[in-house]
């Protein structure tokens, strides 16, 4: 089925006037090392957690690298760690990790652990994806939500297929993968394929502008923001994803399909919300 607005506004509601920052999730972005430090793309990262509606977002990042970080954030809150992680993601209700990470067996070992531990909806990207792939075993053994949301290059390696044979029916791999290891898959494409290998959801809003580097990583913190407060199910990541997409969208109007950059869609996510909730015509 495929996505449009009038199937997920009701999951963009209004926020009563006496919320607080706690009733909309406490986010977890998880990432980074001294090669690939990514300190703007983590904090791109959280600042789209926030902005697709997170109440707070913690940085988790290396203690070798928070000088790089610390600079980019301003609302967010910044965690350092060395060996043990279970301070950081303590009262975390979505984390998402991987992006910059490096595969090493520090990280492996890291990722073990939040599956063997964390409570709430983990969502695995980039190098956790890559990591993930020698250990798919893993994924049979925990009790935590998964989000993998994988390009074609990382689901190939995943699956252990040619990317030409994927493109040839995404959506029967994607589905077979999610119900075989109990996930929900985003296929991330020119049409961007959701499921949890019952219900199977198509996104097909996004423009070229998005294909530059660190658009995922966006897409990425949208979804971690979103199921902050929202369930964790298919229509949920499929709403995030339709929410990334139709940011970039609106962006790449303003900047250009080869102007744009992926931080532009963050700038775009509150037209993009009040679209959604009919506010206005996206023309």
Known sequence: ???????????????????????????????????????????????????????????????????????????????????????????????????????????EEYLKYILDNFTGVLIIDADGLNILASNLELLNDTQVKIVLTPHLKEFSRLINKEVTDIKENPEKYALEFAKKYGVIALLKGHETIVTDGDTTYSVDVGSPGMATAGSGDVLSGILAGFLGYNEYNVLSVAAGAYLAGLAGSLATKKYTDIAMIASDTIKYIPDAIKIIRGEYEKN
């Open 1 to 107: 089925m495929k996505i449009d607005a009038n199937l997920i506004k009701d999951l963009f509601k209004y926020r009563d006037e006496n919320a607080n920052k706690y009733d909309f999730g406490v986010v977890g972005i998880m990432g980074g090392c001294v090669n690939f430090s990514g300190a703007i793309k983590l904090a791109s990262m959280s600042l789209a957690a926030m902005r697709s509606g997170a109440g707070l977002t913690r940085v988790i990042v290396p203690k070798d690298i928070v000088s790089f970080v610390t600079p980019y954030l301003v609302e967010q809150t910044l965690f350092p760690i060395d060996s043990n992680i279970n301070d950081a993601i303590k009262n975390i209700d979505v984390l998402a990790v991987g992006m910059g990470w490096g595969v090493s067996n520090e990280n």
